[in-house]
């Protein structure tokens, strides 16, 4: 699995945009960019993932930069309840492989 | 409810006593895999399997074993705890298709004294 690397920690004021950024430069071809967040002791949850193309839903968007080796999770009006640990991981999709979550971001939300 | 179950969900053992953390989805997935979090260290997988009867170690996998007899059940065994195992222990499954993403349980805090 390539590695990816986090900045520990962000804050965001609540209703502003939230961008987390994840740096994944040997990232393979084949392989997916998936965002995760964990909030408090609580199972981690997914929020999106993308090969290439920017992704939208109801939770996030992700931007994945065009040579792949980057990415940015946006949470566009960021909630108190959007604080938690952001982790963003690349596998092959539905791949049959270790995967490797590092220790994310802690998002914190400020009123 | 699509779901991941783990039992116990709190348990505080003795060093040496073997002990079993249950894991089960009803997802009917292929991908099931157990996770350690301790503080500063984030995820660390322990063992994943791909199918029944098909495992592999993870990142972590010392002192721990775990079995696939069933699809759907993903037992993680302690067969001799150890202080250092004292941690928050997450079961994950996905399928084997698109598009992957894991599914996990509530967690199970182990303490070992």
């Known amino acids: 699995d390539a590695k990816t690397t986090q900045p520990p920690s962000m804050d965001c004021a609540e209703g502003r945009a939230a961008n987390l950024p994840c740096n994944h430069s040997?990232?393979?071809?084949?392989?997916?960019v998936y965002w995760y967040r964990q909030i408090h002791s609580q199972g981690p949850q997914y929020i999106i993932h993308g090969l290439k193309n920017n992704e939208t839903n109801e939770m996030a968007s992700l931007i994945i930069t065009e040579d792949r080796k980057s990415s940015t999770l946006i949470l566009p009006h960021a909630t108190l309840r959007d604080t938690a640990v952001y982790y963003c991981?690349?596998?092959?999709?539905?791949?049959?492989?270790?995967?490797?979550f590092g220790t994310g971001t802690k998002l914190q939300v400020i009123p | 409810e699509a779901q991941v179950t783990q039992n116990p969900r709190y348990l505080i053992t003795v060093t040496g006593k073997k002990l079993t953390v249950t894991c089960s989805q009803n997802?009917?997935?292929?991908?099931m895999s157990w996770y350690r979090q301790d503080p500063g260290l984030g995820l660390r997988q322990i063992y994943y399997s791909m199918n029944v009867e098909v495992t592999d170690k993870g990142d972590v996998p010392e002192g721990y074993k775990v079995s696939r007899k069933e699809k759907r059940n993903f037992p993680l065994i302690l067969e001799s705890p150890s202080p250092n195992q004292t941690s928050l222990y997450f079961c994950?499954?996905?399928?084997?298709?698109?598009?992957?993403?894991?599914?996990f349980g509530p967690g199970t805090r182990l303490t070992v004294l």
């Open positions: 991981i690349v596998r092959v999709t539905g791949g049959y492989q270790k995967v490797t």
């Open positions: 040997t990232i393979s071809g084949n392989e997916y």
């Open positions: 997802m009917n997935h292929e991908y």
């Open positions: 994950a499954s996905s399928q084997s298709g698109p598009p992957g993403e894991q599914f």
